[in-house]
């Protein structure tokens, strides 16, 4: 689940954001499992040509790639490794998150297409304004602070001078 950021799985996912809405729902609702014998030879069509312009998107960044695309990735979520070349990015030692994200998404309907990958949930949690420096202490032992989340001389010369100043 974790993909490099130039990956053609990255690329197939960052695509389907340019697909007018009612293309992503064809390309959602159809899956290896699904068959359409004597099913509507127009919806087919439309599924189709959802498709080739997904590999339209796909192939102007990336003109080698092959039409091979597991449709169960559209309801799985990734970890992208972001590319290393700015010492930001670097510094934070950090990773993204991708997927499609789309209103039809449902627990069940995602565990029934892919039982064997976890369902990422979210949820909002609220941290007591008492908790904060207990907690801004925790995360400068794991190393996040606000110099390694902003590397550069400003930050590092604001930290220092905090420093010096609490003793």
């Given amino acids: 689940m974790i993909k ?8 197939i996912i960052a695509n389907f954001a340019k697909l007018r809405h009612i293309e992503q729902n064809l390309l ?15 919806l087919e ?12 998107f796909i192939r ?3 003109p080698y790639f092959l039409e091979n695309i597991d449709l169960r990735d559209l309801f799985r979520v990734f970890v992208v490794e972001p590319q290393q070349s700015f010492e930001r990015i670097r ?9 499609v ?5 449902e627990r069940d309907e ?3 297409r892919n039982a064997e990958i976890p369902v990422y949930d979210y949820y909002t949690r609220k941290v007591p304004a008492g908790s904060k420096q207990d907690i801004i ?4 032992l794991l190393n996040i602070t606000r110099e390694s989340l902003f590397p550069g001389l400003d930050e590092a010369a604001n930290a220092v001078t905090q420093r010096y100043s609490e003793e």
């Fill in 110 to 112: 995602i565990l029934n």
């Fill in 91 to 99: 510094l934070q030692s950090g990773a993204f998150l991708i997927s």
């Fill in 101 to 105: 994200f789309h209103e039809r998404f």
């Fill in 137 to 140: 202490e925790e995360l400068r």
């Fill in 45 to 56: 069509k439309e599924r189709d040509e959802a498709l080739s312009r997904l590999y339209h």
């Fill in 4 to 11: 490099p950021f130039n990956s053609d799985t990255v690329s």
């Fill in 28 to 42: 959602l609702s159809q899956t290896e499992d699904d068959t359409d014998e004597g099913g509507d030879l127009n």
């Fill in 60 to 62: 102007q960044e990336k």
